[in-house]
């Protein structure tokens, strides 16, 4: 698609003004040359009217959709062949201090554009339709080349006026295994606190592409040393240096990373990024409920429940989806759970847990697979392998979708003359967790009539 797009962009060019004055920027270039997979969309660059440019592609017909145009920005959006292609004019900008977005944009040459960008890597152009690489401050494929991270101006500038590019520094530094340059990282250190100018929505979108790469554990390092995660993880920083027990070899935030670096999320339906972030997140609670006993044993009581609120409170504080962090605190909440199994769990163990983590069980066991291998390998830990093979056995005899109550709670309103109400609930529940003990068939209606009678009994009889 990529191919057919950019070759329908240079033949509905060719043979107007804009042939040979159009340029591709960016991480296209920059991609192309690492021999990386390319983008899913592309920016093109021109000493011009980006506007005016989207608005005749329209017309040609070349574009697929009426632009979106941004005059403020001086940019423009269009699909062409379904690639998504921005349209950017050559511009220079100044900003408030206070602010990211620019008190003023005017029109300018392709080297002023260049300046204004955040790293020279992302400043090599290549032509549209001749296909020539320009390097227009002779020293982006140099530092390309060098796998340098250095930015085109003094780096306190550029950081100045758009502090996301920060957090961009150290997502590109591991997903491209570049070095950032020591007086850009220098100058993040100095800046880190300007992060808290910068839009939730923008922080949460780039550290979203930071936790969704293989080498997110080393980034995150990165954002603690630098001063970044402070600007909006603070609820994570208790964990550094926070100590544990005899099962582990690290404090709770080199444990986390650990997890972070050892979980397989390959082949699942959770996006990568979630699998990670509840890995980050599955100690969390850890500092908040440590306790010392008399004996010097470390202790954290209940820390999986209160790493979930904890977690919770954090990502809505991002403005995750609810999705989102459903299902990420879902598996802070359970992670404990596969981790106390042994061959004596009775089969109603095994339900409870395939009925509690439900689409989440794969991800939890490769949660948990992480975590283990994160902690100390002489000290025993649950064999999560034969817990597989368990839970094979288990959900092979009688599916997940048959534990349910042989009664609805119409069914169990009309017998006993209830009306909706809680108890009606809690009715249902309990032929649930009969029907999951197996001391209940799901099919046996007036065996449940008969257990529900007794529990109604039980819960109504006044006390003495």
């Known amino acids: 698609m990529l191919d057919r797009a950019l070759e329908r962009l240079r033949n509905g060019l060719s043979g107007t003004p804009y042939e040979g004055k159009v340029y591709l920027v960016g991480g296209y270039v920059r991609d192309k040359l690492l021999g990386r997979p390319l983008p899913s969309d592309v920016d093109l660059v021109l000493e011009g009217d980006a506007l005016e440019l989207a608005r005749f592609l329209h017309e040609r017909g070349v574009a697929d959709h009426p632009p979106v145009t941004y005059p403020r920005f001086g940019t423009a959006m269009v699909h062409v062949g379904g690639l998504m292609v921005e349209l950017v004019t050559a511009r220079a900008e100044s900003y408030h201090d206070a602010s990211r977005k620019p008190a003023t944009v005017k029109p300018a040459t392709l080297y002023e554009d ?18 020539e690489i320009v390097d227009l401050l002779g020293t982006g494929l140099r530092d390309l080349q060098a796998k340098l991270l250095r930015t085109p101006r003094d780096p306190h500038e550029t950081f100045y006026e758009d502090p996301l590019r920060m957090l961009r520094a150290v997502r590109f530094a591991v ?64 964990m550094v240096g926070c100590t544990q027990n005899d099962y582990h070899l690290y404090d709770v935030w080199e444990h986390s990373l650990k997890t972070v670096e050892y979980v397989d999320p390959s082949g699942l339906t959770m996006p990568a990024w979630e699998v990670r972030l509840a890995a980050l997140l599955h100690d969390v609670g850890k500092p908040t409920t440590k306790t010392v006993g008399e004996d010097g044993a470390i202790h954290f009581y209940e820390h999986d429940r209160v790493g979930a609120q904890i977690a919770r409170a954090w990502l809505r504080s991002l403005r995750y989806s609810n999705e989102s962090i459903e299902r990420i605190t879902t598996l802070v909440r359970l992670h404990m759970r596969p981790g106390f199994y042994t061959p004596q769990w009775r089969d109603a163990a095994v339900r409870r847990l395939i009925r509690d983590a439900g689409d989440l069980l794969e991800p939890l066991l490769r949660l948990v697979e992480a975590d283990i291998k994160a902690q100390r390998h002489d000290v025993v830990h649950a064999d999560i392998a034969a817990l597989r093979e368990r839970i094979a056995k288990v959900q092979a005899a009688q599916p997940p979708t048959r534990w349910c109550s042989p009664l609805t709670g119409e069914q169990l309103m009309q017998h006993f003359g209830l009306k909706p109400s809680p108890l009606v609930g809690q009715l249902k529940r309990y032929l649930e967790e009969q029907v999951i003990e197996g001391a209940l068939h799901p099919d046996d209606t007036e065996h449940a009539l008969r257990l529900a009678e007794a529990y109604l009994r039980q819960v109504q009889e006044p006390s003495v």
Request: net charge negative; proline share 5%; hydrophobic share 50%.
């Open 114 to 131: 260049a300046l204004r960008r955040d790293f020279t890597v992302n400043t090599l152009l290549e032509n549209l339709h001749t296909g």
């Open 175 to 238: 997903q491209l295994g570049f070095t950032i340059d020591p007086a850009a990282a220098q100058a993040i250190r100095e800046q880190a606190d300007r992060l808290k100018i910068v839009s939730v929505e923008r922080i949460q979108t780039e550290f979203t592409r930071l936790m969704d790469s293989p080498q997110a554990a080393a980034g995150l390092q990165m954002l603690l040393e630098m001063g970044l995660l402070a600007q909006f993880a603070e609820p994570l920083l208790p």
